[in-house]
């Protein structure tokens, strides 16, 4: 059946019935790669093959870690809960988990995770601190209406959400020699291309931050703390109100703009570059610098994608890119701008771009 059909079925059972996403257990994924991908998997095989996790708490850069220099703490201004040796802290919508253990011995537990989840694995690699999953259908969201139980699995292959997930799991270590472990998503929906609906395509939607959160939740139980325990952490994880965003221009250079110090503005940014589909290859925290390349994703050939939509041209004409985004701060006001891979000011309309992705992301 063909995606017109599909979709046409699939509208006719939701209008039957209407189902939550994150009511109760309600999260069933099933991988997308035994099908066509979504995405080609970024390049990382050219990535440094150091053995480091980077360091967000202290002033000091990535090698610096691996050479064993001391790091300051993390700040301590976010809201906390825990629950034995893991515990959640919270940033406006940024949540992540702290775990009092070294990376190295979390690994293996979280990628037993997204397996257990449904999930395969485009990007495994530890030297890093980063594993990525394929794309995903959480078939969940397919209302389990009177015409599905009674079709039964025959046709099961039938049906779609017509989205599809896939999520980053970040892993960097602190100064007390524990790690603190990130999971962002991004998505894709299934979209009719023109007013005749004879054909779709797939394009980005938003992040999904309750959708991190309920993953952080289930990774504290393949960690070790209770189903009800980790719902109570995760419930009482007190809301701290993260600081407005704003696009400006500074001496002619488009940048974001942040009303917080550089610890907070430091760690919402990574975030914001992994929801957003840049690909973070090395850190310097001293210098404030992320080095990031981007690859788009590509839903089938005549697909523009992320990359297309976001710098206005054909993906196939637009190699992997690659940028310093720049955080700087002075007290409590923060500045985000771009530099080009030489690290001179970039001030093109591809600035432009990725300075308004980001500000979008951080509101």
Same mark, same amino acid.
């Given at each position: 059946?063909?995606?017109?059909?599909?979709?046409?079925?699939?509208?006719?059972?939701?209008?039957?019935?209407?189902?939550?996403?994150?009511?109760?257990?309600?999260?069933?994924?099933?991988?997308?790669?035994?099908?066509?991908?979504?995405?080609?998997?970024?390049?990382?095989?050219?990535?440094?093959?150091?053995?480091?996790?980077?360091?967000?708490?202290?002033?000091?850069?990535?090698?610096?870690?691996?050479?064993?220099?001391?790091?300051?703490?993390?700040?301590?201004?976010?809201?906390?809960?825990?629950?034995?040796?893991?515990?959640?802290?919270?940033?406006?919508?940024?949540?992540?988990?702290?775990?009092?253990?070294?990376?190295?011995?979390?690994?293996?537990?979280?990628?037993?995770?997204?397996?257990?989840?449904?999930?395969?694995?485009?990007?495994?690699?530890?030297?890093?601190?980063?594993?990525?999953?394929?794309?995903?259908?959480?078939?969940?969201?397919?209302?389990?209406?009177?015409?599905?139980?009674?079709?039964?699995?025959?046709?099961?292959?039938?049906?779609?959400?017509?989205?599809?997930?896939?999520?980053?799991?970040?892993?960097?270590?602190?100064?007390?020699?524990?790690?603190?472990?990130?999971?962002?998503?991004?998505?894709?929906?299934?979209?009719?291309?023109?007013?005749?609906?004879?054909?779709?395509?797939?394009?980005?939607?938003?992040?999904?931050?309750?959708?991190?959160?309920?993953?952080?939740?289930?990774?504290?139980?393949?960690?070790?703390?209770?189903?009800?325990?980790?719902?109570?952490?995760?419930?009482?994880?007190?809301?701290?109100?993260?600081?407005?965003?704003?696009?400006?221009?500074?001496?002619?250079?488009?940048?974001?703009?942040?009303?917080?110090?550089?610890?907070?503005?430091?760690?919402?940014?990574?975030?914001?570059?992994?929801?957003?589909?840049?690909?973070?290859?090395?850190?310097? +925290? $001293? *210098? %404030?610098?992320?080095?990031?390349?981007? @690859?788009?994703?590509? &839903?089938?050939?005549? #697909?523009?994608?992320?990359?297309?939509?976001?710098?206005?041209?054909?993906?196939?004409?637009?190699?992997?890119?690659?940028?310093?985004?720049?955080? +700087? $701060? *002075? %007290?409590?006001?923060?500045?985000?701008? @771009?530099?080009?891979? &030489?690290?001179?000011? #970039?001030?093109?309309?591809?600035?432009?771009?990725?300075?308004?992705?980001?500000?979008?992301?951080?509101?």
């Amino acid at each position: 059946m063909n995606h017109t059909a599909r979709l046409g079925l699939l509208g006719l059972t939701i209008a039957l019935s209407a189902c939550s996403v994150l009511e109760g257990e309600k999260i069933d994924y099933k991988s997308a790669s035994k099908g066509s991908s979504l995405e080609v998997p970024p390049d990382l095989k050219q990535l440094s093959r150091e053995t480091r996790y980077a360091v967000p708490g202290g002033v000091v850069s990535a090698n610096a870690m691996q050479a064993g220099q001391p790091v300051q703490a993390s700040s301590p201004q976010a809201a906390v809960s825990s629950m034995g040796d893991v515990r959640i802290e919270r940033n406006g919508n940024l949540r992540w988990l702290v775990v009092n253990r070294p990376a190295d011995k979390l690994w293996d537990p979280v990628r037993e995770f997204w397996l257990e989840n449904g999930f395969t694995l485009a990007l495994d690699q530890a030297n890093i601190g980063i594993m990525e999953t394929d794309w995903a259908e959480n078939r969940a969201k397919i209302p389990q209406d009177f015409i599905r139980n009674t079709l039964g699995k025959v046709l099961d292959s039938l049906y779609s959400t017509g989205e599809r997930d896939k999520f980053r799991t970040r892993m960097e270590r602190n100064a007390e020699g524990g790690t603190e472990i990130y999971v962002s998503h991004r998505g894709m929906q299934e979209v009719f291309n023109s007013a005749t609906k004879e054909s779709t395509v797939w394009q980005p939607r938003p992040a999904d931050p309750e959708l991190e959160t309920e993953f952080l939740r289930r990774m504290m139980v393949k960690l070790g703390v209770s189903q009800e325990q980790a719902k109570a952490v995760a419930a009482s994880s007190a809301a701290v109100r993260a600081p407005v965003a704003r696009v400006g221009n500074v001496n002619s250079i488009p940048v974001v703009q942040i009303d917080e110090g550089f610890d907070r503005a430091w760690r919402r940014v990574g975030l914001a570059l992994d929801r957003t589909g840049f690909t973070v290859e090395d850190r310097d +925290r $001293s *210098q %404030g610098l992320y080095f990031v390349r981007y @690859v788009a994703p590509k &839903a089938d050939k005549k #697909e523009p994608g992320f990359l297309g939509k976001l710098f206005g041209g054909s993906e196939k004409a637009v190699p992997p890119l690659k940028y310093r985004i720049v955080v +700087r $701060s *002075q %007290g409590e006001a923060t500045t985000v701008s @771009v530099l080009n891979a &030489a690290g001179a000011p #970039e001030t093109s309309a591809n600035a432009e771009n990725i300075v308004r992705v980001l500000a979008d992301d951080l509101k």
